[in-house]
């Protein structure tokens, strides 16, 4: 995978979250162009070592544009310059030979540094734990149709099911706002008939969660659904705000 691209990268370097953090500027020669973003770092880690050096701390998984866990913040956008792309799935044929790269992590309060590029984003488990869910009568399997959907319903649901929780929408949000990731857990369950046994307590229990998570309020900018690599929608952000306002209206519950 030898190439002829040499890149300048400011990667943001922070010991822990305590501690004040800087970007630190590295060379990455001889990369190609059909590099994954991750193999490029790769690549720098590797010479990192071999000097004897820190190797870059960053998250990955799959490596399939499917966990999230790649999030980078890359030249002021999160997952880079390709739309309803992952940093994984980001290839280097997307930048030019001489290019200087700035690499950071997601920059907001409920996501605190672990290292480097590395943020815990634990708080999205936090708010998925609090309801989103179902509570369904175990026993014999049913019908796989027996309970008919109309198409658009279900083809809706599954598009807002498809959010991988990565938090690029935190990160687009200059208030931080987790409102794209919740509604659309939120919107999976609400338009299903399956969803709907806690269908009030759980637009209360995952909003007020996200709140003492200490995500901010949505902007109304659109900033979210431009940056999410899977294309979630704002049309989701009204419904959850539906589900909430009729949650507390006409069922309010007590949060704990």
């Known amino acids: 995978m030898s190439g002829n691209m040499n890149l300048t990268l400011k990667v943001w370097r922070q010991k822990n979250s305590d501690t004040r953090g800087k970007f630190v500027t590295y060379q990455a020669d001889g990369i190609s162009p059909d590099m994954s973003f991750l193999e490029m770092l790769d690549v720098v880690n590797e010479e990192l070592v071999r000097k004897g050096e820190d190797p870059i701390h960053f998250d990955h998984d799959c490596r399939e544009g499917i966990c999230g866990m790649c999030s980078l913040y890359i030249n002021g956008r999160p997952h880079g310059p390709k739309q309803l792309t992952t940093t994984c799935q ?25 290292k480097d590029l590395a943020v815990d984003r634990t708080a999205f488990d936090r708010i998925q734990q609090a309801g989103g869910y179902v509570n369904v009568n175990t026993g014999g399997v049913p019908d796989a149709n027996g309970i008919p959907i109309p198409k658009v319903v279900a083809d809706e649901a599954f598009e807002s ?3 991988i929780g990565c938090g690029a929408c935190v990160a687009a949000c200059k208030n931080s706002s987790a409102m794209l990731f919740v509604s659309a857990k939120i919107s999976q369950y609400a338009l299903l008939p399956q969803g709907q046994t806690e269908r009030y307590s759980r637009a209360q229990a995952m909003v007020d969660q996200m709140d003492a998570e200490g995500f901010g309020s949505c902007t109304n900018t659109g900033a979210c659904e431009a940056e999410c690599p899977v294309g979630i929608k704002l049309t989701n952000i009204a419904r959850m705000n539906r589900e909430y306002l009729t949650a507390k209206i006409f069922k309010e519950i007590e949060v704990h």
């Open 90 to 114: 980001l290839h280097m044929r997307s930048f030019h030979d001489g290019q200087t790269i700035v690499i950071e992590p997601w920059r907001a309060s409920a996501f605190p540094v672990i």
């Open 161 to 163: 099911a498809t959010c």
